[in-house]
């Protein structure tokens, strides 16, 4: 059974840090890329950031560019997303996903808000 756990999320100050962990499990996860995707509150999804499943090359949304860093762990099966210079428009419920047996999956998400 394919499983995404993700953790790490939470009450952060506008300009702080944060690191999101997925953990993953039920599947060969250095075979395939990565995807972190958000969802605000009264919004659709958006995507966040890509990386292949070697982690040598990596995606982002123009929105994250430039403060969202993703990176993996085949030998932990471990996603990461650290995220800095966070903004209130930031604020979601983030995910990590990946296209799998012909299906979308992904896990129960993990919230970040980012608010003085």
């Known amino acids: 059974e394919v499983q995404l756990v993700e953790s790490g999320g939470g009450l952060v100050q506008p300009g702080g840090s944060l690191r999101l962990s997925c953990a993953a499990s039920g599947f060969s996860f250095g075979s395939y890329d990565m995807n972190w995707v958000r969802q605000a509150p009264g919004k659709g999804p958006e995507w966040v950031s890509r990386?292949?499943?070697?982690?040598?090359?990596?995606y982002y949304a123009d929105s994250v560019k430039g403060r969202f860093t993703i990176s993996r762990d085949n030998a932990k099966y471990t996603l990461y997303l650290q995220m800095n210079s966070l903004k209130p428009e930031d604020t979601a419920v983030y995910y990590c996903a990946s296209v799998l047996f012909g299906a979308t999956h992904r896990g129960q998400g993990t919230q970040v808000t980012v608010s003085s």
């Open positions: 990386i292949k499943s070697g982690g040598g090359s990596t």
